[in-house]
Every structure is written in structure tokens, then in C-alpha cells.
């Protein structure tokens, strides 16, 4: 890959990973990803923005074969798809030292096994001057590890912000106009990495609208040359605004679950609230913890298996319980045939969530005339919430 310029001794040198369909071995990437390193020239000294994905190292040493020296390789976040190529990079270039804050450090000496002789540390405010151009360093914690920092680039006005306002795009040049798709993307991403850390991204936010950003160049996906769209779509996901949608994540073997699904969804529809259904046996966990990000009510649906709960309903409630959303209000519904513990199940997966339960409804077998009269007794009862308490 050529280096693509940014400014003037600025430049993108990352990989675009066309083909990568999956990430953590969890969340799908339809649109695959990129990994975005940055090369800055400066009149004496010379820097690596992060490294690449270790799969994709031939990309960036490619990319790098012109450039004859290296000072400084700024290390973000030691996450192997920004730091896996370092101890190639560092190889290649002996005189150049990874330069990071004291967490990162250790996670490179701990993950990477980068000698301790080969890191320099850097402080919170921390400048580094490469001749003429400036590298400040903001420590965004959480973003996605506690070690993540974000650098500014003084005179250009440029912000690497790692993978803070990063997308998992595949992306032939620096820059795309639909916005809404970055956006999209962008989403995608922050559910699974950011969304637990919430508060902490708010407060960086705030930080970081103190500095006169021109560009945002993430560690993942397109640069944004009007950051206003990619800002104001993240101040809206960290905000406590919800919507007034009801995600329900179910599984069904023969379809009585589903029956119940089926009915609760077209009550709510009729109420005026926005479902978004998940048939986990084919969802997209991407979509899902998409979903998650202003919903304000889930119901998850199981039928009883083995005694419990579905395998793929725990896993759901686990994960939806891990990412910590703001859903408000929750609702257990499922078909069984003679006994068991899904309801209770279930509920013990999400005790993390701050939701109210509004109740669980459980049928034996194919639901009756009885049953779907409860549904829409707890439909009726999920979109008065959602009224009495403004969500629209
Ligand atoms: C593999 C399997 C295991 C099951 N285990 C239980 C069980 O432990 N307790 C129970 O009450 N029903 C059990 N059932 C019965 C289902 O809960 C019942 O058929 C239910 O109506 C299925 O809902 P569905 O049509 O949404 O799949 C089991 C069914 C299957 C296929
Ligand atoms: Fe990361
Ligand atoms: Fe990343």
C-alpha cells in the first residue's frame, strides 16, 4: 500500500483489511476493517503513529520502505491491531524507541514482549517536538483499554484519536462522503468497545472540545474532515437519551416462542413503539449491540431447554449485561413443556442492567387466546413507561 498524504509530512501508511469478517471473535464486520497508522515527518525527527494488525505487518513495512529513519514509534493502545507489527517495526528501525504512557508500557513489555530499553514513557499534556511540528499527548483511558491515549497534532489542527470515533470501514482512500454510513459503522464499533465506558467517554468529549480539531484520523476506518457529525453522533450515544425501541433478542426450536414474539412486536408497533427483533440463531451480534445503544426496553425470549434457558439467550444476556446499556425496563417471555428455570436464568445474566422488570410471561407450549391477551397486557404496560417517562 502507498502512503496516502494527509498533509504536508503527514501521512497515512495503515492497512485496509478488505476481508476481515469477524472481531474479538465475536462481532461480524460486514464492511471489513482498517488499520490506521501514521507517518510525521518533522525537520529533525521523524514519527510512527501506531503500528498495524500483526496479519496485515507486510502492508505497513511496504508502506515504510522509503522512509529511512524512525525516532519515535507513538504507541496509543497496545492492542495487537494497532501495536501487533511493533516489534517488526522496532526491528527494522534500531534507533527508534516506542513512546507511550507507564500502563501501556507494561502491557507492551507483558504482550509483546518489547525490551524495557526500547520504551520511553510520557506523561498527561506531555509535547513532543519533531521540528515544527507537535505532538500533544491526552490520555483518553477506556478508549478502549485504560492505557489509551489520543495525540494532537498542534500545527495541523489533526487529532489520531486511536480508536475513539473509529469505524469498521474498508475504505480505498482517507476520507468518505456519506457520512451516515461512517456513522453507521462508527456505532457498530463504539457499542462493543465503548459502551460499557460511557461516563469516562463523556468526560473525554468534553476534554477533547477544547482543542481546534480540523481532522480526526481514528485507528480504524475513514478520516473525518468535519468532525461535527462523527462528535455529535457520539455526544448523542453517550447521553442518557434513549428511544423509544424494545430490542427482543429470542431463540425458538418449533416456533411457540416465536408466536409470542411475533404477537408482542405487532402490539408494541401498535402502540407506537419501534421494535427491533433478533432471532439469535441468525442475528448479527453487530446489529444487536447497535441496537443497544439507545434502546430503553429489552424482552428476551427462550423457550426451556435442558431445564434453563436457550445457550444462545444466556449468551445474549451475558453480553447485552456486559456492555452495560441504558436500557430501562426489561421482560422475560418464553414457551416451556413441563418445568424449568428460564425466567430465573435469565434474570441472573442481567443483574448488571439498571432495568426495571415489568414481568415474565410463560406459556405451556403453543400459546392460547389467554396468553396473547398477557403479551399485550405487558405491551400495554412497557409503552406506558415509555410515555409517562417522555421517551419518544
Ligand atoms: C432439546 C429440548 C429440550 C427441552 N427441555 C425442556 C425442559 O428442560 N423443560 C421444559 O419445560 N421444556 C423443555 N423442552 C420443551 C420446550 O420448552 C417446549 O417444547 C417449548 O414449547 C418450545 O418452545 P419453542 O417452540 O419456542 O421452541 C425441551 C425441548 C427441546 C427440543
Ligand atoms: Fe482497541
Ligand atoms: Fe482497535
Request: net charge negative.
Amino acid at each position: 500500500m502507498e502512503p496516502r498524504k494527509i498533509t504536508e509530512g503527514v501521512f497515512w501508511v495503515g492497512a485496509v483489511d478488505w476481508d476481515r469478517r469477524l472481531f474479538d471473535s465475536l462481532i461480524p464486520l460486514p464492511d471489513g476493517t482498517s488499520y490506521n497508522a501514521y507517518l510525521i515527518k518533522g525537520s529533525s525527527k521523524t514519527a510512527l503513529l501506531d503500528t498495524v494488525d500483526p496479519t496485515k505487518t507486510d502492508v505497513l513495512m511496504s508502506a515504510l520502505r522509503g522512509v529511512e529513519r524512525i525516532d519515535y514509534v507513538v504507541v496509543h493502545h497496545a492492542e495487537q491491531d494497532h501495536s501487533g507489527s511493533l516489534p517488526v517495526v522496532l526491528q527494522k528501525y534500531p534507533e527508534a524507541k516506542a513512546v507511550c504512557n507507564p500502563k501501556c508500557k507494561e502491557f507492551l513489555m507483558d504482550l509483546l514482549h518489547i525490551p524495557e530499553d526500547r520504551i520511553v514513557t510520557v506523561a498527561d499534556g506531555e509535547t513532543l517536538d519533531l521540528g515544527g511540528k507537535t505532538l500533544e499527548f491526552i490520555f483518553t483511558p477506556w478508549v478502549h483499554w485504560p492505557e489509551t491515549v489520543s495525540t494532537f497534532l498542534r500545527e495541523e489542527g489533526i487529532l489520531f484519536s486511536c480508536d475513539l470515533f473509529g469505524s469498521h470501514l474498508s475504505f480505498p482512500g482517507l476520507y468518505i462522503d456519506d457520512e451516515q454510513r461512517v456513522c453507521d459503522a462508527a456505532k457498530r464499533y463504539y457499542a462493543e468497545v465503548m459502551m460499557p465506558f460511557r461516563a469516562m467517554i463523556k468526560k473525554h468529549l468534553e476534554k477533547l472540545s477544547t482543542y481546534p480539531v480540523k481532522i480526526i484520523a481514528p485507528s480504524h476506518g475513514p478520516l473525518y474532515k468535519d468532525p461535527s457529525c462523527i462528535i455529535g453522533s457520539h455526544l448523542d450515544w453517550v447521553s442518557d437519551r434513549v428511544s423509544n425501541t424494545v430490542i427482543m433478542p429470542y431463540s425458538t426450536m418449533h416456533g411457540s416462542t416465536e408466536m409470542m414474539v411475533d404477537h408482542l412486536a405487532g402490539r408494541l408497533y401498535e402502540k407506537g413503539v419501534k421494535v427491533e427483533r433478533f432471532n439469535l440463531a441468525y442475528a448479527d451480534t453487530g446489529r444487536i449491540t447497535m441496537a443497544l445503544v439507545d434502546a430503553a426496553a429489552v424482552v428476551f425470549g427462550s423457550p426451556t431447554v435442558l431445564g434453563g434457558a436457550h445457550p444462545h439467550v444466556i449468551s445474549a444476556a451475558f453480553l447485552i449485561n456486559a456492555l452495560r446499556p441504558k436500557i430501562r425496563y426489561s421482560a422475560i417471555i418464553g414457551s416451556y413443556g413441563w418445568a424449568g428455570k428460564m425466567a430465573e436464568q435469565v434474570t441472573a445474566n442481567i443483574g448488571g442492567l439498571k432495568a426495571e422488570s415489568l414481568g415474565t410471561v410463560l406459556v405451556k407450549g403453543r400459546p392460547r387466546q389467554d396468553d396473547f391477551k398477557k403479551l399485550d397486557e405487558l405491551a400495554d404496560a412497557i409503552a406506558a413507561k415509555h410515555k409517562d417517562n417522555g421517551i419518544i
